[in-house]
């Protein structure tokens, strides 16, 4: 009896694991499929763009103006656009959110981590809608004082409030990173009369490193991807410019604003949209393999 028991037992397991293995298997296909599928519909609707741009053109050219006339196609300044805020954003974000990771990992008690961890997180949980309109009402003013020459739209504005937003994304992935570095590292440095501040940076940092960037590769990406945040706060003019007091429009609010206008489906206009979104999806394309790049080296280092 309690053969038969253990036989059914088995085959129950065995058939569990089985259909476990299918649905990982069938998610794991889904997303291929969906990135697949996303991809060839830019690249599809961008060559019927590209049979009457040319590729030298739309990505060397340093005018952006494809409704108005004389009509240009020089995606830079777009470009140019998205870069300056996402450096901005960057500068903010990436030194903030990893010395609050290192302070919650390394320094706070548990009661302190507890507090300060779920606030952190309340930011993450704002609609952008809202940051924008804290970036015009607020930031913006307050920046004027400083800068008097400052428009209402501008990049700086824009890019640090959006690094005030994906700070929640470094510090959060950042802490888990560092948390799941071996107790006995940390030991064994201490053991050998570290300091606190030189365990965290030259023990749990390195050793946490391909979490940090992981963090940093995703908080950049969600910087390049905003949308709603840069389209109310940044402007709308595609200007080619590193001066972050001027207005500039990125990629992502380009395509916001042409999806909202009157461009008629299958017209040029109308298909700049897939190919701006295909740059955005080849330059986030390649910020990962950078990332893999920068991980796969330094753990050839260490």
Request: with cysteine; glycine share 6%.
């Amino acid at each position: 009896m309690s053969q038969l028991v253990n036989r059914n037992q088995k085959k129950r397991i065995k058939l569990e694991g089985q259909v476990i293995r299918i649905i990982f298997f069938l998610c794991a296909i889904i997303s291929i499929f969906t990135t697949v599928a996303i991809l060839f519909t830019l690249i599809f609707q961008a060559l019927s763009f590209f049979n009457e741009i040319s590729v030298w053109e739309f990505l060397t050219g340093t005018r952006w103006t494809p409704i108005l006339k004389p009509r240009a196609y020089g995606v830079l300044p777009l470009v140019s656009g998205t870069l300056l805020v996402t450096v901005i954003a960057a500068a903010v974000a990436l030194p903030v959110g990893l010395f609050a990771a290192i302070f919650l990992s390394e320094y706070a008690p548990d009661k302190i981590r507890r507090i300060l961890k779920p606030i952190l997180e309340i930011l993450a949980g704002i609609p952008t809608v809202v940051y924008g309109y804290f970036a015009l009402t607020f930031v913006t003013p307050q920046l004027q004082v400083i800068f008097p020459d400052l428009l209402v739209f501008n990049a700086l504005s824009a890019g640090l409030v959006m690094g005030l937003m994906i700070i929640p994304m470094v510090s959060s992935l950042s802490e888990d990173a560092m948390l799941s570095v071996p107790r006995s590292l940390r030991e064994a440095a201490y053991a050998l009369g570290a300091t606190r501040f030189e365990v965290s940076l030259k023990i749990v940092v390195p050793a946490a490193l391909s979490g940090i960037i992981s963090a940093f590769i995703l908080a950049i990406s969600r910087a390049i991807g905003e949308t709603m945040l840069v389209t109310i706060a940044a402007g709308a003019t595609p200007r080619l410019t590193l001066n972050p007091l001027e207005s500039v429009q990125t990629m992502t609010a380009y395509i916001v604003q042409l999806s909202l206008g009157e461009a008629a489906v299958g017209s040029l206009e109308y298909n700049t949209i897939f190919a701006v979104g295909l740059v955005l999806f080849a330059m986030t394309l390649i910020m990962n393999l950078l990332g893999f790049w920068v991980v796969r080296r330094f753990r050839e280092a260490y």
